[in-house]
């Protein structure tokens, strides 16, 4: 079998990216993109220095999360990523394309090189945590992205519905396969706190993260409840002034692993 490093190129000289996360989901909608959003605000807020390498190309949420409108600049020693209001750096394929709204029709190999520059040639500087936000499925194209960046681990994030099918064990074997290390589970859309009473509600039924983290051995970092002023925050493109404490266990098992 052929090692996987052998596909990673170095970072940009002018950069020092010190650990490299994925964020991956096995198919799209379950809240991948708000989860890597939130994970990169909560390190932040910790004074982190945080960017996120968004290769998501079936939607700009990431940019749109932050409220991000600019386009991506270049000289001569690679391109900038684009700073959000707390100091986030984001480099993304949306922050490239002449209209926010045109579709990415490309293919695969396409996407995957245009990822790979990401981490050759963007002038990141100092990151202590690089979140990327990877294309949702086990497929070609994130198993290319997989390849092409030097992850130091991989956080699951799934719906609970997809958390009693074969999705995390996908995600699992594939993590295995790339001897990439899975940090650990996180839980989207768990339940529903209802504002007049407090009550929380399951709305899918009783979650089953816990069995399945205890299946595969993996650490449950965090559930997420449905909360519309999360989706109003994401369409707003004020994300980084979420409150809540969900993600806090994650973002400390994550500075843990140092
Ligand atoms: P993915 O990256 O997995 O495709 P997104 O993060 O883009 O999914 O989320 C899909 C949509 O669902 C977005 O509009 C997002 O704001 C909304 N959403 C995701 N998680 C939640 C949540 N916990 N509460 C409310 N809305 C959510």
Known sequence: RQDPESLIEPQNALSNVKKVIGVVSGKGGVGKSLVTSMLATTLRRRECSVGILDADITGPSIPKCFGLKGRATADENGMYPIITKTGIKVMSINLLL????????????????????????????????????????????????????????????????????????????????????????????????????????????????????????????????IDPTLASACDRGIIELFGGDWLEGAADAIEEQG
């Open 98 to 225: 002449e209209e926010e709204t045109a579709p990415v029709v490309w293919r695969g190999p396409v996407i995957a090189g245009a990822i790979k520059q990401f981490w050759t040639d963007v002038v990141w500087g100092d990151v202590d945590y690089m979140f990327v936000d990877m294309p949702p499925g086990t497929g070609d194209v994130p198993l290319t992205v997989f390849q092409s960046l030097p992850l130091a681990g991989i956080i699951i994030v799934a719906s609970p519905q997809e958390l009693v099918g074969m999705i995390v064990s996908k995600a699992v074997e594939m993590a295995k396969l790339m001897e990439v290390p899975v940090l650990g589970l996180v839980e989207n859309m768990s339940y529903f706190k209802c504002p007049d009473c407090g009550k929380e509600i399951k709305l899918f039924g009783e979650s089953h993260i816990d069995e399945v983290a205890a299946k595969y051995g993996l650490k449950v970092m965090g559930k997420l409840p």
